[in-house]
């Protein structure tokens, strides 16, 4: 199903059923949404893609694969909290935002939400794994809404420098695991850190001229010695 990423309406949780393992299912207080839905069409329910089960005069109910569960923040909602709610695009009809699956790929993080005029700058710490595909003034759905990419946001180099610079180990390890990895790094040495710091901007970025520059600010000469050790091996 295809979906625009514009939210036709804000439902409610009405009644959460499941043990996480199996008959897991939402009941979705709704009136906009609900109108002209059929057991078995598709509604977007923060983003993610859902198959009605059940309907009622104001209310529809979806089920929850275990799948589901483990993708999305779905298994963390309550009785009464908001719910984006968006129908499936119908064929012919019109395209006011851009193409949405309605499959999550993973949960991120809202760390800042900071006032610009009338709008909100909102900065997401998304999955590592997900950061080598998100491009500036491309799009991503959050909770089912599509936004634009305004830039993205390469803070954490700064502070896993940061932390090296003071010694910080642990924390620098834990930095590069948060935002720039995606495997452990407890048994990392300084300048293990500092190589695989550059390495993932260098796959990230695919820059000849930024990476180098981001390895002389994490270690000089000895950096830029790291930085092309690392393009060595791994061309081999």
């Known amino acids: ?17 499941g043990d996480q393992e199996r008959d897991n299912f939402l009941t979705i207080a709704s009136q906009v949404a609900r109108e002209g839905a059929r057991l078995g069409d598709s509604i977007a329910i923060n983003g993610t893609c859902l ?9 529809f109910r979806v089920g929850l694969s275990p799948e589901t569960l483990r993708r999305t923040n779905l298994g963390r909602l309550q009785v009464g909290d908001p719910l984006n709610l968006e129908r499936s695009l119908t064929f ?18 809202i760390v800042a ?8 700058r909102i900065r997401i710490q998304p999955p590592a794994q997900l950061l080598p595909y998100i491009v ?5 759905a959050v909770d089912g809404a599509s936004l634009t990419v305004a830039e993205l946001d390469d803070r954490a180099v ?28 407890s048994d990392l040495r300084t300048d293990e ?36 050790l690392t393009n060595t091996a791994d061309a081999m």
């Open 92 to 109: 012919g009809g019109r395209m006011g935002g851009h193409y949405v699956q309605g499959h999550v790929d993973g949960v991120g993080t």
């Open 136 to 140: 500036e003034k491309g799009y991503i």
């Open 51 to 59: 198959t009605v089960t059940a309907l009622a005069t104001d209310q």
């Open 193 to 228: 850190v500092a190589a695989a710091t550059i390495e993932s901007l260098a796959e990230n970025l695919s820059d000849s001229l930024v990476a180098p520059s981001l390895a002389y600010l994490l270690g000089g000469l000895s950096g830029i010695a790291v930085y092309r």
């Open 158 to 185: 700064g502070e896993v420098q940061a932390a090296l610079e003071a010694n910080d180990l642990a924390e620098a390890r834990r930095l590069l695991s948060w935002h720039l990895v995606s495997r452990p790094t």
């Open 113 to 120: 939400v900071v006032p610009e005029g009338d709008a909100k």
């Open 1 to 17: 199903m295809i979906f625009t990423g514009i939210v036709e309406e804000i439902g409610r949780v009405l009644e959460i059923v």
